[in-house]
């Protein structure tokens, strides 16, 4: 139908479209009266495309809704980077306006009010993350962990990373976080238990891997094809063997210098101190200087050891 009234055969002179010319009207007039008739038949057109509303429609409107969230997304991450929080929230809302359930912008929405000190604030906008479809549930675990934390409600706190543990989140930085609230709180065994967690983390070369496919996860959330092959690859096992021999050699040159390896044997060994375990903290203390000999906290561990040990 369209295509007739686009159309005009090659071989009607003026004669030909005389015939077609309604009785009374001039050529000029005949043609405008062509045109709008046409564009009218286009407008109808698109109404009842719209008013029908096919999936294609609802799919290449999604897209663009999709595309234009992402981009204020982007522009807050680059301003909560740049700790300019005011703006980050501007841009974040803007997102939200577009997509209300852009679960990313949402959670990093709530970390740049965190940031400004409105607590309350934050707190609200993760438990409404929670409440919706996400891939991101260990990242709002964790940063309402981190909330609690901030306000000491050490026990509320240590809920959330629990729940966090399994997710698609770091691992080693919960259990981290974990065995620093128990050791805060007195639970020694439990502390111990996850700072031991954290050091086979982070002495399991796959690790850093495994993290780039579990920040992948937020990344792809909306996108149907390469979600699932991230899923996939994080859930099988992955072993040292997988990495390139390069790689694998680079990664465990780096883990002998890693301060935040020093870090954690410097934990276990004031856990296994106050567990009575001398022996064992003295070790521990000993391998956190190996890995970072300007280690000041566990030098003076080792040292106060040491002396208990000579009398």
């Given at each position: ?76 991450d680059s301003f909560l980077n740049q700790r ?228």
């Amino acid at each position: 139908m369209f295509y007739l009234f686009f159309t005009i055969p090659a071989d009607r002179g003026q004669e030909g479209f005389k015939k077609q010319r309604p009785k009374g009207l001039s050529r000029n007039q005949a043609i405008f009266t062509w045109v709008l008739l046409l564009l009218w038949l286009i407008l109808m057109s698109f109404g009842i495309i719209s008013t029908i509303n096919p999936e294609w429609l609802k799919n290449l409107s999604y897209i663009g809704v999709k595309v234009e969230s992402r981009d204020y997304k982007n522009y807050g991450d680059s301003f909560l980077n740049q700790r300019n929080y005011k703006q980050a929230i501007i841009q974040y809302k803007q997102a939200l306006k577009i997509k209300p359930d852009y679960v990313g912008a949402l959670i990093n929405l709530a970390v740049a009010y965190i940031h400004l000190g409105d607590e309350k604030q934050a707190a609200q906008m993760l438990m409404n993350a929670l409440q919706m479809q996400t891939s991101q549930k260990g990242v709002i675990y964790y940063n309402l962990g981190e909330l609690l934390e901030k306000q000491e409600k050490w026990d509320e706190a240590i809920k959330y990373y629990e729940k966090a543990i399994g997710s698609e989140f770091e691992q080693g930085l919960i259990y981290r976080k974990l065995g620093t609230l128990y050791l805060a709180i007195g639970q020694y065994e439990k502390a111990k238990k996850a700072f031991e967690m954290t050091l086979a983390d982070q002495l399991d070369p796959c690790t850093s891997y495994k993290n780039m496919l579990r920040k992948s996860i937020a990344v792809f959330e909306n996108d149907t094809i390469n979600l699932p092959i991230i899923k996939e690859q994080l859930a099988r096992d992955i072993h040292p063997e997988d990495l390139a021999s390069y790689d694998l050699e680079i990664i465990r040159l780096l883990q002998k210098s890693d301060p935040e390896i020093a870090k954690t044997h410097n934990h276990l060994g004031l856990i296994y101190a106050r567990l009575g375990d001398v022996n064992k903290a003295i070790e521990h203390f000993q391998k956190s200087l190996q890995i970072w000999p300007g280690n000041l906290d566990a030098r003076k561990n080792l040292q106060l050891l040491q002396r208990i040990q000579e009398k």
